[in-house]
């Protein structure tokens, strides 16, 4: 699975960030299924960079928009708005989901991006 997504960073919310996962947000057109993916970002120095990708609607955050988010592992937690983000989709790791509790999901979070470096470890 290779898919190719690009946008540009726009502002929203700021949930990620508040969770301590901030996000690249773009309105990217794509025909994958709602979840989490593991992939690679192109953003400003960024070149070919290890990402968790999130395609779909944040319920659990009350939101309404589905979008795509990025979060960049171990960049610095800036601001990138009007910067072109380009992602490459490589793997499924999980379907979205409506979690009970934001404490929930951010538990999940921490899954899905411990998840992610076993992924691009193995790489």
Do not use: W
Request: hydrophobic residues 40%; without cysteine; charged residues 25%.
């Amino acid at each position: 699975m290779k898919d190719e997504l690009r946008g540009i960073v726009q502002k929203y919310k700021g949930n990620g960030r508040q969770l301590g996962y901030p996000t690249a947000n773009i309105d990217s057109a794509t025909h994958l299924a709602d979840g989490v993916y593991f992939g690679y970002a192109d953003l400003q120095a960024y070149k070919n960079h290890p990402a968790l990708i999130f395609i779909g609607t944040p319920v659990t955050m009350g939101d309404t928009i589905r979008r795509v988010e990025a979060h960049l592992l171990d960049i610095p937690d800036i601001d990138y708005y009007g910067s072109e983000l380009l992602l490459t989709v490589e793997h499924f790791h999980r379907s979205n989901q409506h979690f009970a509790s934001v404490a929930d999901l951010v538990e999940a979070m921490k899954d899905d991006a411990l998840a992610a470096r076993r992924f691009f470890g193995e790489k």
